[in-house]
């Protein structure tokens, strides 16, 4: 087989700045050592996140100049409406600015205190959005979706026993949806076979529960399901996402990644009471329904962006380049969560550094010396973002630690993917040398965005 290439060609570059090392510990520090606080200019190569980050296709920045930006029922809305209708075939689309928007409005009123929502795995702005309704956030990812080094196909599959389990004790009353993440980004961006989805659908049924999808990622978890479940070989992705979004009775969706726009998103529903509400609500929180937080030309980009995303040739590229890292990694023996996720690398920072415990929070460790080694910035997800404290002040590790590379759509090509991996190689060749950190700085909620930290 030959090389799968970049199906694009450039026409506009952006200049990378480069900086030295010594630079860089400087910049760490006055930054707190939280990349998430350094100037973007400073970066070398940006795997903090693949959100809003995707390189736009001509089509795209022509769709901007022709953004109808009537306030009222501009036509970039209608191209917009129509374009998500068609994937998702739900009844009611409402834009928002981006996914936590649409997380806000949805969770605004359908949760609230005493109320609890599973989920295979919320990220961490849909667990804020369930949590900041007075709601309780629960994951409830299959068991092999826990272990990093363990193999399997459909890794952010809902285990759908303790689904059934989770909906008898808690009651149905108390439940006002389940929600499927695809991909399962806060587990390394692994996939969700359509049989799982069929089998929550049931279970859903079965207790008159509404079935909502976090689909952010939708088009890389139908890839997947095209290559790895019986049956859908022969379809189009197009065709599987229509088949997922049929299962569900709504979605909330950050346009960010799989619709490739750099800000958007949107709500779908199916039920005309609960899509009453919601626009409702976002009237007074983010604007007009037929624009919802977004300009015109914004709409037009991400209708175009909706429609490029399920380009077969675009995925295989995409998959395959996310693959090509880790692979390279695994060779390498550096330790990843396996297989490699769709849009992201996530380097299992227990095995990476046995010796730094949890609260010295070892993906922060590793996550800066990415930085210092080669410029390149990485995200932690672990003890930072997601651990708590017990009612004795005791911190609480979430189960993994992971540090995330995740890849711009369209963005990089092979030889900054290979030099990520001289980078990462170098931080693992030394990583007896590593140090934890402690807070200095945490915010009460999504402290990970503005923590600072000390080394210890
Ligand atoms: N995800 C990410 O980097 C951006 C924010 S954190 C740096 O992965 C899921 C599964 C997401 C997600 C954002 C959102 C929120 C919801 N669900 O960022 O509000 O991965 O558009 O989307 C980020 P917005």
Redo the contacts with the bound molecule.
Sequence with gaps: MKTIIEPFKIKSVEPIRFTTREERIKILEEAGYNPFLIHADDVIIDL????GTSAMSAKQWAGIMEGDEAYAGSKSFFRFESAVRDLTGDKFIIPTH???AA?KILFSIVGGEGKYVPNNTH????RANVEFSGAEAVDLVCEVGKHPEQRADFKGDMDVEKLIKFIEETGVENIPLVMI?VTN?SGGGQPVSMQNIKDVRAVCDKYGLPLFF?A?RFAENAFFIKKREKGYENKSVKEICQEMFSYGDGSTM?A??DALVNIG?FLTLNNEELAMKCRNLLIVTEGFPTYGGLAGRDLEALAQGLEEIVDENYLTYRIRSTEYLGEKLIDAGVPIIEPPGGHAIYIDAKRFLPNVPANQFPGQAITNELYIVGGVRA?EIGSVMFGKYDENGNHVAPPMELVRM?IPRRVYTQSHIDYVLEVILEVYENRDKLKGYEFTYEAPMLRHFTAKFKPI
Excluded: H, I, Y
């Excluded at 903090?48 to 959100?51: A, E, F, G, N, V």
């Design positions: 903090l996140t693949d959100s981006q996914g936590r997380e990220f961490d702005t849909t993440t980004n976090d952010c950050s960010k990644k998103g995200v995740a």
